[in-house]
């Protein structure tokens, strides 16, 4: 079994930053990619980031682009997420999902195998 262990977040005000890290632990496990998805109260779970390990290539939210930023340990199956001049309606919890395979589906949640229990991100205005 693959489990993911997350780390980060917490309440800043509106303009501020967060870092959120996500590392893979248990069995023998290969990333094909390492992401984040996001819910907020009363919404659905929304697609967010994604590393693809094969070609380093990245995918973001329209909405997130040039403020978030995701990088990859290459020491470790991890990756971190950066994230910069927050606003309000980036409230939400913080998700790290990771599959072995990449999808043209990335960006919907059946395409992730492993998901870790979530981090709240809360930005105060």
């Known amino acids: 079994q693959v489990h993911l262990v997350e780390s980060g977040g917490g309440l800043v005000q509106a303009g501020g930053s967060l870092r959120l890290s996500c590392a893979a632990s248990?069995?023998?496990?290969?990333?094909?990619?390492m992401g984040w998805f996001r819910q907020a109260p009363g919404k659905e779970r929304e697609f967010v980031t994604v590393?693809?390990?094969?070609?380093?290539?990245?995918y973001y939210l329209d909405s997130v682009k040039g403020r978030f930023t995701i990088s990859r340990d290459n020491a470790k199956n991890a990756v971190s997420l950066e994230l910069n001049s927050l606003k309000p309606e980036d409230t939400a919890v913080y998700y790290c999902?990771?599959?072995?395979?990449?999808?043209?589906?990335?960006?919907?949640?059946?395409?992730?195998?492993?998901w870790g229990q979530g981090t709240q991100v809360t930005v105060s205005s």
């Open positions: 999902a990771a599959s072995p395979y990449f999808s043209h589906d990335y960006h919907l949640p059946y395409a992730y195998d492993y």
């Open positions: 248990g069995r023998t496990f290969s990333p094909g990619v």
């Open positions: 590393f693809r390990w094969s070609t380093n290539n990245t």
